[in-house]
Structures are given as structure tokens and as C-alpha cells.
């Protein structure tokens, strides 16, 4: 997931156009969404189903005590949405009781000598949502290690103990510390395991209803140009032995070692699928992918048309982050022309949008299954450090939150 800053009005403003958005939607009128394309808001169809999902991404960032997540959880629900994705890793990290990998250091923003939270926030939530008739997906960064250029606190932290697990490129130099994220060689049998047995852990020790899989790709946008991912001796020889290439020199072997590390993401899709379902029979899997499939797979080498067809995952939600509803349409579109049956939740950019917006892409969701909103932050209060506290701020917060609730109340009730 990532996000962009977004203007925000007076919040008189605000406060009007939520009384004009409110009005508009318990009457069932027509009301004019301040977006660029898309027609009017008449709200939602009758045709709904009540059961379709209504989803809220919460971030690692919302929460640091058990108080927090249940707050979260009880707003999340009184909303009326059906099903929240609850961030459990973000970094090689962990926000719930973990052998595996350390605790996640937002836990400790406001103890920061702290060494254990005293809580399980995994634990809580997932209690919490099933106490609320929520269910609960639990959400994982699949193969960020470290964002920043300083160091993890914990030197227990994948990032330093397993220094072998970066990517390296064709000079030997090991992918650079940036703002963006230091990934994992996916085309590493051990990066593999040790994330397939993260997965294992959570589903098998925690009454989750749903696995989420993100940043299940390659992040070749924010890698430097020219260089070749992953390209150390270890990485090279297994593209040889599986491709029959024998350089890396030329445009064809350069995208066939692309199609190479296509495939090893997908193997280890397949392999958490199946080991999860073996766990827990019930679960559903999905994953945040790409806005668009053919870009999913060409730039960012995540192949998630083939994970829904062949049924490795249950549901994809498409990232379709932005405040122009014709390339919403024509997105959303794209996948439900390659998903068949399975459902496709698009994920939408709340953040980036009026609360009218908001309201116009839900309504253009409906051919999908359902919808998620990104994210918790931008329509609650909570504790997240990302979220202004200003005045204008916390209004446009309310004007979302009111909004969103009156028509989540609607839904299958018109």
C-alpha cells in the first residue's frame, strides 16, 4: 500500500457538504459527486446483497495498545463494514506473539525502551471482530525487510541477521536504502520458507477468517535503473538451471530471468495457499494487487489473473487508487474481464477523494464484489503519527465517517 497527501478544505466546508451528502443519501436523491467523470450519486442499487463486503484496511500504525484495537474493531463495525484487513506485518516484523520475527516497532512509539507491549494485538482483534460479527483478515507485507536508511532496533531483525536475503544486483551491490522498501529476494528458497512459515504461524495459532497477501510482487518501480534484480551468483545459477539461459546480456535472457522471478513469486502464493487451506480449510485468501492485471504482471511481475484462475487465491483486491472514476471504471473492468467467477473487491483510494467521491466509487463498485476502503486513518480517529490533527483535518475525517456510514446503513436495506 501507499498513499499521497491530499488538500484538504475549511472545515465549514466540510460540515456543509456532509450535511448536503447525508441528506442526499438517507432520501435516496440525486446528488452531484464532486469527481471527474462518472455522472451523478443516486446511491446504492436495491439489488445489493447485504452480504457483500464492505472492507476498511487498518494499518500497523493505528494502533499501539488493546484499547486502541478494540476501538478500532467497535468503530470499524458500528460503520457497518463486514470485514476489516488488520496489518500484522509490515516489515519483516510482527504485531502479534511471534517467534519468528520481532515485534514491530510502532508498537513502541510511546515507550520506545519497551521490549514487549503487553499485549497481543492479534489476539485482541480477532476476538474483538468476532464479538462484533466482523470478520478479520489478517494482512501481511510479504516481502518489504526495511524502509529508511537507518537500521531496525532489534538485531534479532531479519534485516541484519539475514543480510543474504537482500537483493543484489549485477555489480554485487545490494539494492540501496531508500524511502521505499528494501525487499526480499523472492527467487530465494530460504526467503521462501521463512515467509511461508510466518504464514503457517498466524493461521494456525490464530482464528483468523482471511489470509491477506501485499506487496506480493516485484517492486521494480522503485528500483534503481539499469540494474538487474536479483543478480548474485546464488540467484544466477538457479535461473540457468531453470531457464536454460546462459548470460543475462541480452533482451531476450533479461526477460526470461523476469518471467523466472514471475514464476517464484507465484510459487510461493501457491505454497501459503496450500499450506494455509491444509491448516484451515476455511480461509480465504486474497491479496492487494496491481490496479490493472496486464501491469500487475508485465511491471510488477505479479502473475494474480493466474492465482485467481487456477484458485490459489479466493478473491483479489485491486489497488485502483485515484480520483479519475473513468480510470476506476476501466480498471475494475480489466479484472473482471480476466477473474471469471471469482470476486474481484476493488480497493478504493478514500483518501485521495471528497466524501462525495467516495460515495460515487462505491456505487461504481457494484459490478465488483463488494469494496475496501483505504484506509482506517483517513476516515477515523486514531493514533497513527501519518494523520494531521488539525481542525480542517479531523473534519474531513467526520464528513467521510458520516458519510460512508449512511450508506453503508443503506446497503441492502433500500
Sequence with gaps: MSRTSFAVPSPFALLAA????????????????????????????????P???????????????????????DVAAEAGFTDIFWQVRGQADAYYRS??????????????????????????AVRRAHQQGVRLHAWINVYPLWKGTGQPKDPRHPFIRRPQWRLIDQTGQPQPQTDHYVVANPTDPAVQAHIAAVCRDIVSRYAIDGLHLDYVRFVG?????????????????????????????????????????????????????????RIRPRIELSAAVWRDPDLARETQ????????????????????????????????NAWLEVAGKKPVTPGIGAYKHQPTQTLEQI?????????????????????????PKDQASIALRTARRLAIEAVQGAVGTE
Excluded at 520481532?102 to 515507550?111: C, H, N, S, V
Excluded at 523476469?258 to 502464493?269: A, F, N, Q
Aim: hydrophobic content about 40%; some cysteine; glycine content about 8%.
Design 99 to 124: 517467534t519468528l520475527e520481532p515485534w514491530g516497532e510502532e508498537l513502541f512509539r510511546d515507550k520506545p525502551n519497551a521490549t514487549d507491549p503487553g499485549f497481543d494485538p492479534l489476539a485482541v
Design 221 to 277: 518501480d522503485s528500483l534503481p535503473e539499469g540494474k538487474i534484480y536479483p543478480a548474485d551468483p546464488a540467484s544466477i545459477t538457479r535461473f540457468y538451471k531453470a531457464t536454460g539461459h546462459r548470460t543475462l546480456s541480452t533482451p531476450a535472457d533479461r526477460r526470461a530471468h523476469e518471467g523466472w522471478v514471475r514464476d517464484e513469486i507465484t510459487r510461493l502464493v501457491e505454497r501459503i495457499s496450500s499450506e494455509s487451506r
Design 363 to 387: 456505487r461504481l463498485s457494484e459490478p465488483g464484489a463488494g469494496y475496501c476502503l483505504f484506509a482506517f486513518a483517513t476516515i477515523f480517529e486514531s493514533v497513527n503519527p501519518f494523520e
Design 301 to 332: 511481475l505479479q502473475d494474480a489473473a493466474r492465482w485467481l484462475k487456477q484458485g490459489t487465491l479466493d478473491r483479489v483486491l485491486p489497488m485502483i487508487y485515484t480520483d479519475d472514476n473513468a480510470v476506476f471504471v476501466r480498471d475494475l
Design 51 to 73: 452480504e457483500e463486503m464492505r472492507g476498511i484496511w487498518v494499518t500497523r500504525w493505528d494502533y499501539r495498545s488493546a484499547v486502541d484495537v478494540e476501538r478500532a474493531i
Design 18 to 49: 456532509v450535511a448536503i451528502v447525508l441528506a442526499g443519501v438517507l432520501a435516496g436523491s440525486m446528488i452531484q459527486g464532486c469527481s471527474s467523470g462518472g455522472g451523478p450519486f443516486r446511491g446504492l442499487s436495491p439489488s445489493r446483497a
